[in-house]
């Protein structure tokens, strides 16, 4: 299968400090990289969908000034985290897909502790 | 978007014994896609269903879509240890996929 590269995979960082995620497609071009967070034992969120090249699509209640989603070429989307706050710890996954409405393949996760 | 629920949200079972998975919506689906979670791990594609009635077997595991397409089912046939994890049913609604509440099932060795 296709391979989803995310780094890093483990982040500490002090509250108000920014923080950024990268999300890499290794083998495919990603036109779509999808944005998740998943707080322990629950469900994975929608946070936002990255369009290569264009803006991203955030859902609803996703404050899209404070996470920066950068999708510069057809590889390599980006999450930053900025001003980060305690309760934004999470585990932040990426994901994509080598077609529409096919499997989703998706990068190792980041878990981000904000101290 | 609406979120799928799953049910149960935990089981517990004994090595050999059976596990099923429940995944229910309101609205019709359009297709539907079931993911595997290990503890500290990421989702990983199990199969995707998109005809009414579909009913797909991978060796243990069997995913049936409902004849309505609002529900689906996995079960999984005398569980093993490396069962262990979390099911995830996911929706796909235009570009997007969300993904179900989530059963954890462990597996009692």
């Known amino acids: 299968g296709a391979v989803v590269s995310q780094h890093p995979s483990r982040v500490i960082c002090k509250s108000g400090t920014s923080v950024k995620i990268e999300c890499r497609s290794l083998?495919?071009?990603?036109?779509?990289m999808f944005w998740y967070r998943q707080f322990p034992k629950q469900s994975l969120m929608l946070m936002a969908t990255s369009n290569e090249g264009s803006k991203a699509t955030y859902e609803q209640g996703v404050e899209k000034d404070k996470f920066l989603i950068n999708h510069a070429s057809l590889t390599l989307s980006t999450l930053t985290v900025t001003s980060a706050h305690p309760e934004d710890s999470s585990f932040y996954i990426c994901s994509a897909r080598t077609t529409p409405n096919t499997e989703a393949f998706f990068g190792q996760g980041t878990r981000l502790t904000v101290v | 978007g609406q979120q799928v629920m799953q049910i149960p949200q935990y089981q517990h079972v004994q090595e050999g014994e059976d596990f099923t998975t429940y995944c229910n919506s309101s609205t019709t689906l359009s297709n539907i896609q079931w993911y595997k979670q290990r503890p500290g791990g990421h989702p990983v594609f199990l199969i995707q269903l998109v005809k009414s009635g579909e009913v797909k077997k991978q060796k243990r595991l069997t995913f049936q879509f409902g004849e309505a397409k609002k529900n689906s089912s996995l079960h999984i046939t005398a569980t093993q240890t490396t069962d262990v994890g979390t099911y995830f049913c996911s929706r796909t609604s235009g570009n997007q996929f969300y993904f179900g509440t989530g059963t954890s099932l462990t597996v009692i060795p």
């Open positions: 083998d495919f071009q990603a036109t779509t």
